[in-house]
């Protein structure tokens, strides 16, 4: 019985294998530059749009990003440029000799922040206490301070056609627009510039050390 033989092997056409995987190599990279350029024109219409002048009904954008949240069982909105974060199950730490309208300090990745509770503020009913369950940490350059919400806060994009001047209400100078929904959107320049929301570093200190050393120590029995 013989073995069939095996067709003698013909020698690889390296230039060819170069030029398949040099064609191979940059259709790659055209698909990919295609799809970063697909990716960045997506978000691009996802990112809100700020910087609008309601007053003056004038504005370079046609749109303004907001940042709504509930407060007793009302809608109200901030500009999305004034939002750092919107955090979820945010565990409040009460602290003693804070203002009313302060609810405590959140540690924000090592950093103590103090949170809020605009109902005070806004002269809202405070029938009862609101869960920390959201909160929207506050600033531009970098966070502030964090406000709660009875409910999760919904980023939305409205065109400006949507938003109308606030009408004048005394004592509330946060009132800054308002939507076609009726959510009340706060002048964010106004809120971070309000010394009702400056605490001293050394009062969140000295009063997060103390509620640490009452935790901490335990009652010695005798």
Do not use: N
Request: one cysteine or more; charged letters at 25%; aromatic letters at 6%.
């Amino acid at each position: 019985m013989k073995t069939p033989s095996r067709p003698a092997a013909r020698p690889l056409d390296w230039t060819a294998v170069r030029s398949r995987m040099a064609a191979a190599i940059e259709q790659t990279e055209a698909l990919l530059e295609a799809a970063q350029q697909d990716s960045e024109a997506q978000y691009e219409q996802r990112s809100p749009r700020v910087a609008v002048d309601v007053s003056a009904g004038q504005s370079e954008e046609q749109a303004v990003g907001l940042v709504i949240f509930v407060l007793a069982d009302r809608h109200f909105a901030l500009e999305i440029r004034y939002v750092c974060e919107i955090v979820s199950r945010a565990r409040v730490s009460p602290l003693p000799g804070m203002p009313p309208h302060a609810c405590g300090v959140y540690d924000l990745r090592g950093q103590l922040l103090p949170v809020f509770d605009l109902r005070g503020p806004l002269d809202l009913p405070q029938e009862a206490r609101i869960a920390d369950d959201w909160a929207i940490v506050c600033g531009q350059e970098r966070p502030e301070f964090l406000i709660l919400s009875e409910a999760a806060p919904e980023i939305s994009t409205l065109p400006l056609e949507e938003i109308r001047a606030a009408e004048p209400a005394p004592g509330k100078p946060w009132h800054w627009a308002a939507t076609k929904i009726g959510a009340v959107i706060l002048d964010g320049r106004r809120l971070l510039d309000d010394r009702r929301f400056f605490l001293e570093d050394e009062q969140i200190t000295a009063s997060d050390e103390t509620e640490r050393t009452e935790f901490h120590e335990s009652p010695t029995s005798e």
